[in-house]
């Protein structure tokens, strides 16, 4: 069946939030949220093959690595697999003092006790309510009124009264979702959660948690705010909650609505690791944090080898991170494309000129360092890459820093390889292009065996002994310096004729095992521009290998 060709005969726009002043628009985040990790619920229900008791505690044990002091356990009344891991990981004290674990639970009676059981001896605990609210939910999925939902969400507080009496043991939090709260007549969210505020009686010190979830993600992340700001400002004893948010990803903005919902005035954010979670999956903690990281605000998660996470999350999930996911991928700081690398290198010479640490690279919001990845995959070649990302390689595999005509001038070698085997470039390839182009003697004209210079008044001299066309012979030349005579040598033997036009140095390395990298460009008559590199630790010699090197681009 095809798709429509007038949505709005089944579809409906969402409708605006009466939301007079709104104040989230000129907001900025300025600190980080309360964090809550729904990784071992929300995140495990979604997965094929739920995580077995091992995995669970590896991926708990990586929560609380990450700096997460609240994280959701599990769903002990759905099974004795949950219930037993949740039991065991309070009696084992696994749980640091400064974490809270936090279970859910559907408002049944039973439902709720054995939720309570299941976190019996823990030193603190939150045990997290929910009754769905919305009008598709009352209509097709209860078939009931307003008054009956309400009362719905009004024993389910009182049994979390009782049930935190009979086990006094434990520091007992509440929390509270009107569920499918972005779907729902906010009004009466606001109604059923000051019911069940009026039951609990939260305090200023120890508030109730109301989590306002995207059940189902269904409008732009503005209408999200500004639901958010609306349930703020009409709730009563606001002082006494703290507002979570809770969004999932349906409409590919999960994060958008997250940090539209902060700055709405939330206080807390449920999600998981790189946003695994039912249908599109949750928000993305990683990715709020790091954006805020971005911003220059602390967000007191860590992800300082992001890569170490990423192979636990995908452990543990049997999921792959995508390549492209934000700030986790493979390939989120890496530049194929030729202006794109060109750019980035760019900006790391900067960073080597500026007088302060404020990062500013082109096309890296966040300095992969930060997270423990290296540089050297922030630029690969394939047939779209140009001379920056191809010196960029050289640079950071074998320290040559070659001069920018003759980045272009290798370029076009290696755009010649990558075209023939239409694949992406190693860093092993390009020294290969490079090595065989420049440096190799095997088949070349002209080889160096061994030279010695003089000096005659103010000339230079060159004697050298050189391997021509195969047959070894003595050349010399003279000159107003060395590369002159050797350049005059070269003529005076049948060899081209060239002027020295550019010429480089540098050291590779330090201490006793530097050496030198020498780069020459050479015109002939006719033009023709030629780039020639020699390497010894010797910077004369590699001079005279460079002027040889491009002698034998004839």
Not at 201 to 211: E, G, R, W
Not at 254 to 277: K, M, P, S
Not at 344 to 357: L, M, T, W
Not at 500 to 515: C, L
Request: aromatic letters at 8%; charged letters at 25%; a negative charge.
């Amino acid at each position: 069946m095809p798709m429509l060709r007038d949505p709005s005969a089944k579809y409906r726009p969402f409708p605006q939030v009466p939301l007079e002043n709104r104040q989230w628009p000129a907001r900025t985040i300025t600190k980080a949220p309360i964090w809550l990790s729904t990784d071992l619920r929300d995140g495990n229900q979604a997965l094929i093959d739920p995580m077995d008791a091992e995995k669970k505690t590896r991926f708990f044990d990586l929560l609380v690595k990450c700096g997460l002091k609240e994280i959701e356990v599990g769903f002990p009344a759905s099974g004795a697999t949950d219930f037993d891991y949740i039991q065991n990981l309070v009696r084992s004290g696994r749980i640091p003092d400064d974490v809270t674990p936090q279970v859910l639970t559907q408002a049944r009676a039973d439902l709720i006790r054995t939720s309570f059981d299941s976190l019996a001896g823990a030193k603190t605990a939150i045990v997290h309510l929910y009754n769905a609210v919305s009008p598709a939910w009352r209509r097709i999925v209860f078939g009931m009124e307003m008054p009956e939902i309400k009362q719905i969400a009004v024993d389910g507080a009182k049994q979390l009264r009782d049930n935190a009496a009979r086990l006094p043991g434990t520091d007992w939090r509440f929390e509270y979702s009107p569920e499918t709260f972005s779907t729902a007549e906010i009004d009466f969210s606001i109604e059923c959660c000051a019911a069940v505020m009026d039951v609990l009686q939260p305090t200023a010190d120890k508030p109730i948690i109301l989590n306002l979830p995207a059940t189902v993600e269904a409008a732009t992340p503005n209408i999200y705010a500004d639901q958010i700001e609306y349930f703020c400002k009409h709730l009563p004893n606001r002082d006494r909650a703290l507002i979570s948010l809770h969004t999932h990803n349906d409409r590919g903005t999960g994060v958008a609505a997250a940090e539209l919902g902060l700055l709405a005035g939330a206080d807390r954010v449920e999600g998981c690791l790189f946003g695994n979670g039912e249908r599109t999956g949750n928000t993305c903690l990683v990715t709020i944090a790091l954006n805020m990281y971005t911003q220059g605000v602390d967000p007191e998660l860590d992800f300082s080898d992001i890569d170490q996470v990423i192979q636990t999350v995908e452990y543990c999930n049997q999921l792959p991170v995508h390549p492209r996911h934000p700030y986790g991928g493979e390939l989120v700081y890496t530049a194929f494309s030729g202006s794109h690398q060109d750019a980035i290198k760019k900006g790391f010479a900067a960073r080597e000129r500026q007088n302060d640490d404020k990062w500013e690279v082109p096309y890296l919001p966040i300095d992969p360092a930060d997270l423990g990845r290296s540089y050297e995959a922030v630029i690969r070649v394939n047939s779209q890459s140009g001379k920056g990302g191809v010196a960029w390689v050289l640079e950071q595999d074998k320290g040559l820093k070659l001069p920018k005509k003759m980045q272009a001038s290798f370029s076009h070698i290696v755009q010649a390889v990558a075209d023939q085997t239409s694949r992406e470039l190693t860093a092993d390839d390009i020294w290969t292009a490079f090595e065989g182009h420049y440096l190799a003697a095997d088949g070349k004209r002209f080889q160096l065996v061994s030279w010695a210079e003089s000096q005659s008044g103010a000339d230079r001299i060159f004697a050298g002994k050189l391997t021509i066309d195969g047959a070894e012979r003595s050349i010399s030349g003279r000159g107003n310096g060395l590369m002159s005579s050797v350049v005059a040598a070269l003529a005076e033997s049948g060899g081209p004729a060239m002027d020295i036009v550019d010429y480089s140095e540098h050291a590779i390395g330090q201490g006793s095992n530097v050496q030198a990298a020498a780069y020459v460009e050479c015109r002939t008559p006719d033009g023709r521009s030629l780039f020639g590199c020699g390497l010894d630790t010797d910077v004369a010699t590699a001079s005279v290998r460079a002027i040889l090197s491009a002698a034998n681009a004839i």
